[in-house]
């Protein structure tokens, strides 16, 4: 087999690109009957349209598949190599001599959802292109109080606590890592206040557990022991939440169901035709066979009948003959007695 000339850059740019125009049908995953001459025909447009471009030597729609299945394996070896130098550093940024080059990027913009992950975050190796997890704070929030408490500002959409200096506080700044409070877009009344045990919970993207300095208002309340806090009752937005969640899983589990139902329906429907219709080829056929079992049967009882007709006729004139024997051999026997 004849090797192809090496493809350029821009011949390759210009692969990527017809590909990209037709990404529906060339990088469909049927392979039903109809969507195998839509790929044929697809991949016979784009090796016409490289081709009449000029720009490298006419190649056939076997080479130019093959080419588009070479780039593809070495842009996933590329991602494949990238992820290893990641966690191979602990999850530090990507070293600048692995950056990928444009037709390595075209190709990883094409086949994005290949290279995309199931969602797993209790592992590390599915996180998807190896992005770091977001640090969650969960705030306790103690039972109301009627005591006046002067309202502080929500923090909702301040910067983390780690990153405001307070004084006396020796721990040091953590790395810089986004943050997300949960309800706290909805700043407390005047008359509830935060439990001085607030506890907050953390998660890098080194898998290692570490406490958070406090907030500016968690250092001016004194330390209590746990036997003199008051008793910890979950949040109403927390519980409203968690209903809508549990209805709105209800609705998505009670749709699924509806479908699922109709789908075994039908095919419990298509099944039942099925078999009623091989039944009634079964019976017909068993009916054809009963009327040829049954002219065959006619037909020997007339051979039957024929034969029986014929020994008669036979035997009669088998009679007639010795009758007429007999009475020749009678008639010759007088006429002798006559001449002697």
């Not at 992950?117 to 770091?132: E, F, K, L, T, V």
């Not at 479908?259 to 039908?266: I, N």
């Amino acid at each position: 087999m004849q090797r192809t000339q090496h493809m350029g850059e821009e011949e390759r740019l210009l692969l990527l690109d017809l590909i990209t125009q037709r990404r529906d049908v060339i990088l469909s995953r049927a392979t039903d009957a109809r969507m195998i001459p839509v790929k044929a025909q697809a991949w016979e447009q784009v090796t016409n349209s490289l081709a009449s471009s000029g720009m490298g030597p006419t190649r056939t729609v076997k080479q130019v598949k093959k080419i588009w299945e070479n780039m593809r394996s070495r842009a996933k070896k590329f991602v494949s190599d990238q992820k290893k130098k990641f966690y191979r550093t602990g999850g530090g940024p990507p070293s600048p001599d692995i950056k990928p080059d444009a037709v390595i990027e075209k190709i990883l913009a094409l086949i994005a959802d290949e290279l995309e992950p199931a969602p797993n975050y209790n592992d590390s190796d599915s996180w998807p292109r190896g992005a770091d997890v977001t640090d969650i704070y969960f705030d306790e929030v103690g039972e109301q109080t009627s005591e006046p408490m002067t309202e502080e500002p929500s923090t909702a959409h301040m910067a983390p606590a780690s990153l405001i200096p307070v004084e006396g506080n020796d721990h040091s700044p953590l790395p810089s890592t986004s943050s997300v409070t949960l309800f706290g877009s909805t700043p407390l009344p005047s008359t509830s206040r935060e439990a001085p045990g607030t506890v907050a919970f953390t998660h890098s993207s080194s898998n290692q557990r570490r406490p958070l300095p406090p907030t500016s208002v968690q250092a001016s309340v004194p330390a209590m022991s746990p036997s003199e806090l008051p008793p910890i009752q979950p949040s109403i937005t927390s519980k409203r939440i968690g209903k809508k969640f549990k209805a709105r899983k209800r609705k998505v589990e009670d749709s699924a169901s509806r479908d699922s139902y109709e789908t075994l329906s039908k095919f419990q429907n298509a099944e039942h035709d099925m078999v009623m219709k091989i039944h009634e080829q079964t019976l017909e056929t068993k009916r054809k066979e009963r009327e040829m079992l049954d002219d065959k049967k006619k037909m020997m009882d007339e051979k039957r009948e024929m034969m029986s007709s014929l020994y008669s006729e036979a035997r009669n004139a088998l009679e007639d003959v010795r009758a007429a024997t007999g009475a020749f051999i009678d008639f010759l026997d007088n006429f002798k007695k006559d001449q002697a």
